[in-house]
């Protein structure tokens, strides 16, 4: 089965300060993406991120903001910048295994984020 | 109108009933529908996906898609209290993207 890791798992930061939460594959995925779910809500896509080339954001989502980058197939960062109380979230990492059933997404365990 | 709608509940049913959940998309040119499981703490995890209209089985997992009311269904067979979990509709409008609903929480007492 897959296997999809995330560093660090959960976290306490100082608002001001920026957080790089790292997301790893086992196998090659042709997609990766980040999501944010916020206490008590459903999951909203921040970006696609693309391998090579700039993420795609989705409205309301900047890179100022989120800056993302993915070196390789199996290996994505997603940083929440400058952060605020509003930014303390769960953050996910989804991917997209080729071969599999079209579309079909699985998510990492998640990294928890409490900004003070 | 949000994209993806599902009742928040909580589903309450009695261990061994048949759980109904229920979502409805505004998107019609949506081709793609997943039902994730997501327990508290946890992350989704994904149960089942459905792309053309009727009925896909998968253990207690039946999953019901109609594309022309724009709804999609997720039956629980013999519910047991491991089921108790929030239970995520996602829908895919295009682009290589899913769009999820808030989720609908089970209860499944024993």
């Known amino acids: 089965s897959a296997v999809i890791s995330q560093k660090p798992s959960r976290d306490i930061c100082q608002r001001g300060t920026s957080l790089t939460i790292q997301c790893q594959v086992d196998?090659?995925?042709?997609?990766m993406f980040w999501y944010r779910q916020q206490p008590g809500q459903s999951l909203t896509l921040i970006a696609t991120a693309n391998q090579g080339s700039e993420a795609t954001y989705e409205s309301g989502f900047v890179i100022d903001k989120f800056p993302i980058s993915r070196p390789n197939l199996t290996f994505s960062t997603l940083t929440v910048s400058n952060m605020s109380p509003e930014d303390s979230s769960i953050y996910l990492c989804?991917?997209?295994?080729?071969?599999?059933?079209?579309?079909?997404?699985?998510f990492g365990p998640g990294t928890r984020l409490l900004v003070l | 109108q949000k994209e993806v709608e599902q009742n928040s509940g909580p589903l309450s049913v009695p261990e061994g009933a048949i759980a109904s959940l229920n979502c409805t998309y505004s998107?019609?040119?949506?081709?793609?529908f997943f039902w994730y499981r997501q327990y508290s703490g946890k992350s989704p995890e994904l149960i089942m996906s459905i792309y053309s209209n009727g009925d896909k089985e998968d253990g207690r997992f039946t999953a019901q898609l109609n594309k022309a009311s724009q709804y999609v269904s997720l039956l629980i067979r013999d519910s047991q209290p491991s089921d108790s979990a929030t239970y995520l509709c996602a829908v895919n409008p295009g682009f290589q993207k899913l769009v999820f609903g808030t989720g609908t929480r089970l209860l499944v007492s024993p």
């Open positions: 196998s090659q995925v042709t997609m």
């Open positions: 989804s991917v997209e295994y080729p071969g599999r059933a079209q579309e079909t997404q699985y």
């Open positions: 998107d019609r040119v949506s081709q793609s």
